[in-house]
């Protein structure tokens, strides 16, 4: 138990990659087996994950600066840089979410995937590899490496297995996302360059970087490039317009995954770098930053209104439910920042059973259009209480898991000093998402039973409940007691408030650090 405990994150992360490797050495023929190894692989992954949460508060795995099952080793060391896994309530919960939904997503492809199988469930391992390294990595240099071995698997599941447009929504995705990794680069490279300049050790060590004071010229250009490369991922109104065209082209797993778990990627680099980092600069541009998130809160749920495919009115629906999640987080308030976390979480189960949803649709009829159904209640009485449980979740619906995530991001907002109107004007999205989401389900599920190639189609089998069965747990279990899971983000939300929001906590001012020139905003 000692090792496992030792090396827990190196196990959770890198146990994918051992199923890939079986994998290849498998025989292209025998498609079952490399299934029930992803497969496998995949729920074993979920299982090695959950000591995290049971042990958690152990006093033995928790360092001094708070991380939890800290790994480090030297790597590089002639730039500094170290391979230093660890992981605090926020990426704890968010780690849980990979793995569940990476099992759930490998599930979901059983017999949705009938070409280049091997290849198929070797890039969903490494992808899998991929986002547990960036929830995990407390070295820069460590998590742009994760940052972008993601990307390729994810170009690849899109472009081969994906829909008619696939090629250009796959290569939409890749120059986006690289040229926000790019920027990214560039204001790491500056932080590290100064951090030299300062203590005279070259080092990659966030921990270390959070600690630091960046003088506030050096901020606002490093935030400005870390939050184009956030934005992109997230993804923020205007950056948006690739995420419709590769929801609609992946494949369902595919999709499942992008809305569960990359676009948690961004939201989480806002949390863990831009505004514990460059706090001063969070702050300069705070109001254009709330402004852009109410644009996308309100422009998704009107894009949502009006799309006749239902991927692709999910996918719109993504862009509503991230801008919420970012005007909690740029509200910065214990209760909102809290929220919108919560919120990643919730966007994760709600988003990724109705890509699900969509999915097992379009595996029985081959189309999406919501004028091709109608009446399905009638002859698919399980999927129709799973969407419609869904669907509630989705629109935050009291006693599931979206209405806690929405309510503690308004009432955070409501709190914080002049913010109250960007509050209210984003209650708009929330009427905007109950009329796109139920309108959807209305036509879907309801009315007379009339195209005759629906009315054979078979309700959920056991595979497939399967599927959403731990989804539906989870969506109950955060709507009713929610408690369980924000115990977990007290500790790292309150160290972030204090570093962003000087005015909130005017007691532990002194224990923040100052920039190196004046002129900070206050």
Not at 3 to 8: E, K, R
Not at 352 to 376: D, M, N
Not at 443 to 453: A, C, H, S, Y
Request: one cysteine or more; a neutral charge.
């Amino acid at each position: 138990m000692g090792f496992f405990m030792d090396n827990i994150l190196n196990i959770v992360c890198y146990l994918p990659i051992v199923g890939l490797i079986v994998i290849m050495f498998t025989k292209r023929e025998n498609e079952n087996t490399i299934r029930w190894i992803a497969n496998i692989t995949a729920f074993l992954g979920f299982l090695v994950s959950i000591p995290l949460l049971t042990s958690f508060n152990d006093p033995r795995f928790i360092s001094p600066d708070g991380y939890r099952f800290v790994f480090d080793r030297a790597w590089i060391t002639q730039i500094g840089a170290n391979y230093k896994f660890g992981i605090d309530g926020i990426s704890m919960l968010l780690v849980l979410l990979t793995t569940l939904l990476g099992s759930i997503a490998i599930l979901s492809s059983w017999t949705a995937i009938k070409e280049r199988v091997k290849e198929y469930y070797a890039f969903m391992l490494l992808l899998q590899t991929g986002m547990l390294g960036v929830f995990m990595a407390m070295d820069f240099l460590v998590f742009y490496v994760f940052w972008e071995i993601m990307l390729v698997p994810m170009y690849f599941l899109i472009g081969v297995w994906g829909g008619p447009r696939k090629l250009y929504a796959a290569i939409k995705f890749f120059l986006y996302t690289l040229a926000g990794s790019v920027l990214m680069l560039v204001g790491i490279l500056a932080i590290y360059f100064y951090q030299y300049s300062v203590t005279g050790i070259y080092s990659f060590d966030i921990v270390g970087f959070q600690k630091l004071g960046f003088p506030t010229d050096l901020q606002w250009w490093v935030f400005l490039a870390f939050f184009i490369g956030f934005a992109i991922k997230v993804p923020m109104f205007p950056f948006h317009t690739w995420l419709p065209d590769a929801h609609v082209e992946a494949p369902t797993a595919g999709s499942v995954i992008l809305a569960g778990v990359l676009l948690k990627m961004g939201t989480y680099g806002f949390v863990r770098f831009s505004l514990p980092m460059f706090p001063w600069a969070t702050m300069h541009f705070l109001k254009p930053l709330l402004i852009l998130s109410l644009i996308g809160i309100i422009y998704g749920g009107l894009v949502a209104l009006m799309q006749k495919d239902m991927k692709s009115l999910v996918a719109y629906s993504s862009v509503s439910h991230l801008g919420f999640v970012m005007l909690g987080v740029f509200a910065a308030t214990p209760v909102a920042l809290q929220g919108g976390i919560l919120q990643m979480i919730n966007h994760g189960i709600s988003t990724g059973a109705l890509f699900l949803i969509v999915g097992i649709l379009y595996e029985r009829r081959h189309t999406r259009l919501i004028s091709e159904y109608g009446g399905l209640s009638h002859i698919m009485p399980i999927y129709a209480t799973v969407f419609l449980i869904m669907t509630l979740s989705s629109i935050g619906m009291p006693g599931l898991n979206g209405f806690i995530g929405e309510f503690f991001i308004l009432q955070g907002t409501f709190a914080a000093p002049g913010l109250w109107i960007y509050a209210a004007i984003a209650v708009v999205g929330i009427v905007l998402g109950a009329a796109y989401m139920l309108w959807l389900y209305q036509r879907v599920m309801f009315g007379k039973l009339e195209n005759p190639l629906n009315k054979a189609l078979p309700d959920l089998n056991m595979r497939e409940l399967a599927t959403f069965v731990p989804l539906i747990i989870l969506a109950f279990w955060i709507g009713i007691y929610p408690s369980f899971f924000t115990k977990y983000l007290d500790e790292p939300v309150n160290a972030i408030v204090e570093r962003v929001r000087i005015d909130y906590n005017k007691t532990k001012l002194a224990d923040m650090p100052q920039p190196a020139e004046t002129g900070a905003i206050r």
